[in-house]
């Protein structure tokens, strides 16, 4: 694992790495830590900006503190997949933000596994925490990305999660449609327009008579 890394305009180190790479045909893996770098930054930029404001100027009340951790999960990756394999990345921001990867890894392997937000077992259904379970905090999935984040109030954290995932998903599709525009004539989303080697074996087992 390599990553990226870069100091915001607010003075907060922002580090970012990927664990899987599903849009390998479209990013490199460079290219996906440099996506991951991409979204933190703009997150980077909100937690400094929301940090410093007092009350009256901040919407979502003063942030506690310059720092958080952020888990995404790979949104393309089967049910059937355990969570510790399906995250996607991570992004850390500020000297803190290392910290609150565990928390942020508990709200969206929660979510993954219930497919809904981590807030709900917490709030309303506590038996489906089971042991060792996050008993703070929401999670965030738009357009089919979870999000966890951890780091300041439960507001702040799903409103930080789901900005976060919505770029994500703003920047992968962006990339996306700039393969498109250069394999027009492409009908799978590989270099070799081919199908994966999981759909050929769906259907190798078929011998026509």
């Known amino acids: 694992m390599t990553g990226a890394s870069a100091v915001s305009s607010e003075g907060l180190k922002v580090q970012a790495a990927h664990r899987r790479n599903p849009y390998s045909y479209a990013l490199d893996e460079a290219g996906l830590d440099a996506v991951l770098l991409e979204v933190g930054l703009l997150r980077a930029a909100s937690i400094g900006r929301q940090h410093t404001a007092d009350d009256e100027h901040a919407p979502r ?4 503190r310059a720092a958080m951790g952020f888990v995404l999960m790979d949104a393309t990756a089967g049910p059937w997949t355990p969570n510790e394999e399906a995250v996607l990345g991570v992004i850390t921001i500020g000297d803190q933000g290392r910290s609150f990867l565990p928390n942020a890894a508990a709200k969206a392997g929660a979510h993954r596994r219930l497919g809904r937000n981590n807030g709900e077992a917490v709030h309303v259904n506590p038996h489906l925490l089971g042991a060792g379970g996050f008993r703070y905090g929401h ?3 738009v357009r089919g990305q979870i999000v966890g984040a951890s780091g300041q109030s439960t507001d702040q954290d799903l409103y930080e999660a789901a900005r976060l995932a919505a770029d994500f998903v703003d920047a992968v599709n962006a990339r996306h449609l700039d393969w498109e525009e250069r394999h027009a004539t492409a009908i799978w989303t590989a270099p070799d327009d081919g199908p994966a080697a999981e759909y050929r ?4 087992w078929f011998e026509p008579s």
């Open 61 to 64: 009340g003063a942030y506690p």
């Open 139 to 141: 999670s965030a999935e």
């Open 201 to 204: 074996a769906m259907t190798d």
